[in-house]
Every structure is written in structure tokens, then in C-alpha cells.
């Protein structure tokens, strides 16, 4: 038989070995954690387009918003007020040129956009809102857009997509085909509503068609308010509400945009401000691995402090 105290010191010195590999791992992670801090530092949000800063004179603020239009994403709503409210608070910034590359996305987030857009012109009226459509400014990208003072485009830009969809699938005749069968309780008579393992019910489709219809209706009111009487089709029935994606050319004749410009030509034919200025507050790659390296970090401190907690209790004198 083993003694107990010699069991207890090899017991020990085992916990010990996984303690200082623990606690090697997190020195290693604070180390990572540095190299980001300073990466962060170096790399983040560069003084702008054209290399001037913010207090060096009179410029024209550019603000992007490229690629899907999502909270948390790359075209946050909450970030794109917060670099609007700092352009609108420089009084270096002589106008402001969103610069968009955006297929569309979050209604809600979009209309976020368009609602303080329109509340910091109507405090300040004479700082000018230009929108400068590069590849594409459809759906909600173009949401944003129609709160500008003026859309400027490339001739072969997609604009457009005044529309909602809403997708989804149905498993139910591949399920009958494996013999699967789903089990489902729910309180309520609509809390199953498009279950892709359920039959679709007519009164459910029916109140999703209502649901995006309404969405429809406030896309059309807030382009109707910021294109006012440039549009040659006012009408919620005509072909420029009808989810259509078209030219940048073709959207000049049907008043979707203004004229044909890039973001140089219009802050200095428009703005009269040639130096640009980037306000954009986009992600940055050093701020994407610091928040996983967060997560990864908090929950490997955890567990070492829970094995320490647990080593102690068991290994004593």
C-alpha cells in the first residue's frame, strides 16, 4: 500500500504541474493581449482619405457604409450615427459625403440611419449631406441614401431595390420522406409561426405578407420625404417601388439620384472643401481579435481560478 502522505505530496505536486502550465498559458495570453493593444494602436482608423486631420482646416468628412447593413457588423447603425454626429460636431467639416457600397440589410438599422440624418440636418441646415453611390446602394443601402440632400452616382452603379423580402424553408416533404416526425409544444397558437419542420398555415403567411407590406410602406414614405418632388414616380404602385434594381444612369432619369459624381468631385464641385477627411468608424482588425481574444482569455482565466479553487480544496496540509 502507497503511504498517505506520500500520496498526498504526489497528489500535490501533480496539481502543482497543472497550476504552473495554467498559469504559463495566461502569461502567454496577456502577452497576445499587448501585441493587439499596440497592433490596435498603430493600425486603428487613420487620419483620412487624404492624410489631412481634423483640425488642420477646412475639409470635407467622408463616412463609409460598405457591405451588409447589420448591428454589430461591418455597416453597424449605431457606428455610422456615431461618425455622423462627430462630422456634424467639427466645425472644420464643411459637408458630409457618405460613401456607400451596401447591397442592403437591417430595415432597422437602415432607418436608424435615415432618422438621424434627418434630425442633425434640421439642426444644422447648412451643412450639407451628399451621397456618393461607388458599386451598389440598394435596399437598405439606398434607404440611407434618400436622407441625403443629394444622391451622386456612377452611370453603372445599382441603385434602387425600394423593397422587403423575407426568407425562409420548408423540410416538411423531406422529413415525411425519412419517416421523421416533429414534436412541438408551444403556448400560444402563433409561436410556432414559419417553423421550417411545419407545415406553413394560410393565416401565418397571410400575417408575414402584412408584416413586410408595412415595412414596404415606411421604405416608400422615407424615400418620398427625402426625394420629394425629384421623383418622376410618386406613386407606391409605379415601377420605382417595385423592389427593381437599376443603372445609376436609368436612376438619374426616374429621380432616384441627382446626377453622376464621385466622392473627389463632389467635395470639391458641391462641398467646395477638397481635403477629405475620414470619420467612418468601422471595426477595426486589431478590435475584432481583442474582443475574441476576450472571450477566449475570460473563460481560460475562469477555469484556471475554478482548478485552483478545486486543487486547494483537496490538497491540503
Do not use: C
Request: without cysteine.
Amino acid at each position: 500500500m502507497t503511504d498517505p502522505l506520500i500520496e498526498k505530496l504526489l497528489l500535490a505536486q501533480v496539481q502543482e504541474q497543472r497550476l504552473a502550465r495554467r498559469w504559463s498559458m495566461v502569461r502567454r495570453l496577456l502577452s497576445l493581449a499587448v501585441v493587439i493593444w499596440l497592433a490596435w494602436i498603430v493600425f486603428a482608423r487613420g487620419p483620412g482619405l487624404s492624410g489631412a486631420d481634423v483640425s488642420s482646416g477646412p475639409h470635407t468628412a467622408v463616412i463609409e457604409v460598405k457591405g451588409v447593413i447589420e448591428a454589430d457588423g461591418e455597416a453597424d447603425g449605431l457606428m455610422i450615427m456615431q461618425a455622423l454626429a462627430e462630422a456634424f460636431e467639427s466645425k472644420e467639416a464643411k459637408g458630409i459625403v457618405l460613401r456607400l457600397n451596401s447591397p442592403g440589410g437591417s430595415p432597422v438599422q437602415a432607418g436608424m440611419v435615415y432618422d438621424e440624418i434627418r434630425r442633425l440636418k434640421a439642426a444644422q441646415p447648412d451643412k450639407p449631406v451628399i451621397a456618393v453611390v461607388e458599386d451598389v446602394a440598394a435596399s437598405g443601402g439606398y434607404y440611407i441614401a434618400a436622407a441625403a440632400d443629394e444622391i451622386y452616382v456612377n452611370q453603372a452603379s445599382l441603385i434602387g431595390s425600394i423593397g422587403v423580402r423575407m426568407d425562409s424553408f420548408g423540410f416538411t416533404e423531406a422529413m415525411k420522406k425519412l419517416g421523421i416526425e416533429r414534436r412541438l409544444l408551444t403556448a400560444g397558437d402563433n409561436k410556432a409561426m414559419l417553423d421550417p419542420f411545419l407545415p406553413q398555415k394560410p393565416e401565418h403567411q397571410a400575417a408575414m405578407r402584412r408584416m413586410i407590406q408595412e415595412v414596404h410602406g415606411q421604405f416608400i414614405e422615407a424615400v418620398r420625404k427625402g426625394r420629394g418632388d425629384r421623383l418622376k414616380a410618386p406613386e407606391p404602385t409605379a415601377e420605382v417601388f417595385s423592389g427593381m434594381v437599376y443603372t445609376g444612369s436609368r436612376g438619374i432619369e426616374m429621380g432616384l439620384a441627382d446626377g453622376l459624381g464621385n466622392v473627389q468631385s463632389v467635395a470639391r464641385d458641391r462641398i467646395k472643401a477638397e481635403a477629405l477627411v475620414d470619420y467612418s468608424r468601422t471595426p477595426s482588425l486589431a478590435e475584432r481579435l481583442a474582443q475574441r481574444f476576450g472571450a477566449s482569455a475570460a473563460q481560460a482565466f475562469y477555469g484556471l481560478l475554478k482548478t485552483s479553487a478545486e486543487g486547494l480544496g483537496r490538497v491540503g496540509p
